[in-house]
């Protein structure tokens, strides 16, 4: 059953691809601000109908949160909105190794020292030979 969490990122990954390639056509067209503020008002809609249907949560619970829980709309707003700027000027390839390894080693830094709440994962051996090996795939990707 633990196959159905790596696939469903799989799914994401996906999703993320084509995303970034429709968001860059999309803000060729309406300017690249309005690009990602029309995927995010679109996003947040589908989101709206799905929290009706199948929400199961309490929304007035935001309250309650920590303030510092609430930026992550922003970092998926500035995250779209970089996606818009440079899909169009380098491809969808290079922009994904580039986010890719932006994100495996700061999650990597994050889980070694257990920030925001999360569990504390060492920062091995394997690990670190596999963040040289991105940041290889980061260069051959950008070598022209």
Do not use: C
């Not at 996003?43 to 929400?55: R, S």
């Not at 290079?94 to 999360?118: E, F, S, Y």
């Amino acid at each position: 059953m633990k196959i159905i969490f790596p696939l469903l990122a799989l799914a994401g990954g996906i999703a993320i691809a084509f995303q970034s390639q429709i968001n860059g056509g999309l803000g060729k067209k309406t300017g690249a601000i309005e690009a990602s503020f029309i995927s995010f008002a679109i996003g947040a809609l589908a989101l709206f109908f799905v929290l009706i249907f199948f929400g199961k949560g309490h929304v007035s619970a935001v309250s309650a949160v920590p303030k510092w829980q609430l930026i992550g709309g922003l970092l998926g707003a500035f995250y779209v909105s970089v996606m818009v700027f440079t899909v169009p000027s380098i491809g969808v390839a290079q922009t994904l190794v580039a986010v890719i390894a932006g994100q495996i080693i700061t999650g990597a830094v994050i889980d070694h020292l257990g920030l925001l709440g999360g569990n504390q994962i060492s920062l091995d051996a394997k690990r670190i030979t596999a963040i040289l090996l991105l940041l290889v795939s980061l260069y051959l990707f950008n070598k022209k």
